[in-house]
């Protein structure tokens, strides 16, 4: 088992910027896909940028060139920067884990963007 704990999140201002970490208790490189989620009021959960084992982190359009997805491998630890933030930004953001065939998810963290 994989278990995710968030950090970061709250409110901001449009225009403004955020951190989210996500500590895994296990090792991070040996975890096939990070990835983070977020889920707006009334919507679906839907996957705003993922790193496969080997690879580099790709981007859903809507995030693309504001939002950046690192890794502390040292600390087990998965980030997202979100910069430029807009009002339709806000969601509950998650990080997930794909381990040896199954997923596994962070708490959940609130940001919200004023106008």
């Known amino acids: 088992q994989v278990q995710l704990v968030e950090s970061g999140g709250g409110l901001v201002e449009s225009g403004g910027s955020q951190w989210l970490s996500c500590k895994a208790s296990e090792s991070i490189s040996n975890i096939f896909r990070l990835a983070w989620y977020r889920q707006a009021p009334g919507k679906s959960r839907d996957m705003i940028a993922a790193l496969t084992i080997g690879g580099s982190p790709v981007y859903a359009g809507a995030v693309s060139g504001r939002f950046t997805m690192s890794t502390d491998i040292a600390e087990n630890t998965l980030y997202l920067q979100l910069n430029s933030l807009k009002p339709e930004d806000t969601a509950v953001y998650y990080c997930?884990?794909?381990?040896?065939?199954?997923?596994?998810w962070g708490q959940g963290t609130q940001v919200t963007v004023s106008p």
């Open positions: 997930n884990a794909v381990y040896q065939g199954k997923a596994y």
